[in-house]
């Protein structure tokens, strides 16, 4: 892969984690988190 695909493609795991994915797990008890539908 070349070095500027590479840098795209953490730019946007970056804005993944930072805009959607953390806000979501902040403030998620543990039993939130651990939960396992049955």
Request: hydrophobic share 35%; proline share 5%.
């Amino acid at each position: 892969m070349s070095n500027e695909l590479v840098s795209q493609l953490a730019e946007q795991l970056d804005w993944h984690w930072t805009g959607q994915l953390r806000p979501r797990l902040d403030g998620l008890t543990d039993d939130e988190y651990f939960f396992e539908p049955g």
